[in-house]
């Protein structure tokens, strides 16, 4: 699985670096590169009690702001818990900020006391394009790199 080949490498670019946003900046660029089968992978930050607007990213463009009470991102910044979705158009409160996009994987993020910081989103133009594995993998990493009581939110 390419994302456990590159998590040493991810894991040693990030060390040390403590501001939230460069490190998003930075897994979201590493990530794209990563994982091929994206058109969209980046952040939305939590902003407000039940608001995400978007952060770092790379590819197509991102929708701007994300209730908590819409969509996959939003699903996820709600329940804490990830989201694959096999195909987008089957899921009726999909919101559409790319209309190539057709599946999509959403990893929460989390501060070190467990608090909802942001949410890692990643796109793709093709069907069932994201496996539990790479779930699992995105999870640990992401665990990994933000659940550390140094990060500056």
């Not at 490190?23 to 980046?42: M, R």
């Not at 979705?85 to 919101?95: E, F, G, L, N, S």
């Not at 793709?124 to 990994?144: N, R, T, Y």
Request: glycine letters at 8%.
């Amino acid at each position: 699985m390419r994302i456990e080949l590159a998590r040493p490498q991810i894991l040693s670019v990030t060390e040390g670096e403590t501001d939230a946003v460069a490190l998003e900046a930075t897994l979201a660029c590493l990530l794209f590169e990563t994982v091929v089968q994206t058109n969209f992978c980046g952040f939305y930050r939590r902003v407000a009690k039940e608001e995400l607007a978007v952060g770092p990213y790379q590819g197509s463009m991102g929708c701007l702001r994300i209730a908590f009470s819409r969509g996959v991102c939003g699903a996820c910044a709600r329940t804490k818990q990830t989201q694959i979705v096999p195909d987008i158009h089957a899921r009726a409160d999909h919101i559409s900020c790319d209309a190539r996009s057709r599946s999509e994987i959403v990893i929460p993020v989390l501060s070190a006391d467990g608090e909802l910081r942001a949410v890692l989103d990643l796109d793709s133009p093709h069907v069932d394009a994201f496996s539990a594995g790479e779930a699992h993998a995105l999870e640990h990493l992401v665990g990994a790199i933000f659940g550390r009581p140094e990060i500056q939110w």
